[in-house]
């Protein structure tokens, strides 16, 4: 749960100006400008490099288990990486990691 | 004539977008019930929803915001993941750059990944295309996208605290996330950063919440840009 004194709405509000800001940068300036070739190569790797690094630990130790490690979770991780690498669709692969969560809790308790 | 055809690139965009809400929908849906699970009143939910507007960032900010983390490292999370926006706003200069600054920073509230991917697509397919078609087409891409952005979350965060324990909710964020990264895994540079990520966040799990994360994220974006460069010199 969020704690209650969490200054929810000027996140909301800063992550809201923030990510306008980001969206209408280069669109904002006048004539043609592009970035520069060295930080384009590494805004390519913001996702893959932020969204591993939130799942990583949650996948190891689930909060919903007090942090130990579900074998039914972790099934459920491994087959949504594969199927999104092998189809390389993000539906198909929520649904099968959806599926196999369903399954290996039921198979395991 | 000219309102004939704009009116047409505008249909065009909607019709491009249709096959995006299958994706929309159900994403807004989970974030509006994670977000009412974790404790968000419908107003937050709903703001996050239509200020911010970017899926996966409001899943950063709310799972940090649950992990208790300072106000500045769910900032600085949160706006890392959607960088990448950067790059969209930089590609459409070369096409819609020349349009009036109220028709851009519009374009700009709703330029998200798949209205983007939309467009940008359409835009090079058909390079004869005016720049008020362009304007419109992307509009027409916005069309069904953001209205059901917000429908859906309201009605997630409806449903919300209604849903037992045992559909294992919790782990909605995790896939969602997994088959996000899945698809992007089409590089050795890309894998490199991910495993990065992974590895990092893991060992700097004890420091406090979100800094971790930013670390790891920061080392993964720096091996991605490293390990491409060493890709292409071998080439």
Redesign the interface.
């Known amino acids: 749960m969020i704690s209650d004194d969490a200054p929810i709405w000027t996140i909301i509000v800063l992550l809201g100006i923030g990510t306008y800001a980001i969206r209408f940068s280069f669109l904002a300036l006048l004539g043609d400008r592009t970035l520069p070739p060295w930080l384009l190569r590494l805004l390519r790797y913001t996702p893959v490099a932020v969204l591993p690094g939130i799942v990583a630990p949650l996948v190891l130790s689930p909060p919903a288990t007090d942090g130990v490690f579900d074998p039914a979770r972790f099934a459920a991780a491994v087959a949504a990486l594969a199927i999104g690498i092998v189809t390389r669709s993000f539906l198909t692969a929520i649904a099968g990691g959806a599926a196999t969560l369903y399954l290996a809790l039921w198979l395991l308790n | 004539m000219e309102g004939s055809t704009t009116k047409s690139a505008f249909l065009r965009g909607v019709m491009l977008a249709l096959p995006f809400t ?2 929309v929908a ?1 994403f807004a849906m989970l974030f509006g019930i994670v977000a009412t699970e ?3 009143d419908l107003a ?1 939910t709903m ?2 929803a239509i ?4 899926g ?2 409001q899943f ?4 940090l ?2 992990d ?1 983390a300072e ?1 500045w490292a ?2 600085a ?14 590609s ?3 096409w ?2 020349r349009a009036p ?1 109220w028709q ?2 519009l ?3 709703v ?1 998200i990944d798949q209205t983007y991917a939309a467009s940008i697509t359409a835009y090079e397919r058909d390079p004869a295309m005016t720049v008020t078609q362009r304007i419109a087409l992307f509009l027409g891409t916005a069309a069904p996208v953001a209205p059901l952005w917000y429908l859906f979350t309201v009605l997630g965060a409806l449903l919300g605290t209604g849903i037992p ?1 045992a559909w ?1 909710l ?16 089409k590089s050795v ?2 894998v490199a ?6 590895a ?3 060992l700097l ?1 004890g420091l406090p919440s979100g800094l ?2 930013l670390a ?10 490293l390990v ?2 060493a890709m292409e010199r071998r080439r």
Do not use: C, K, W
């Open positions: 299958i994706v159900p974790a404790g968000l937050e703001g996050f200020l911010v507007i970017a996966a960032a950063t900010a709310l799972q915001l649950v208790q106000t769910v900032l999370a949160a706006l890392a993941v959607n960088l990448r926006m950067a790059m969209y706003s930089a459409l200069v070369p819609i750059g600054f851009r920073a374009v700009a509230y330029n324990d294992a919790d782990f909605a964020l995790p896939i969602t996330f997994i088959a996000m990264v899945g698809p992007m895994l540079a890309h950063a991910a495993a990065t990520s992974v990092l966040s893991l799990a971790g994360l790891a994220a920061f080392s993964a974006m720096l091996v991605g840009a491409e460069m």
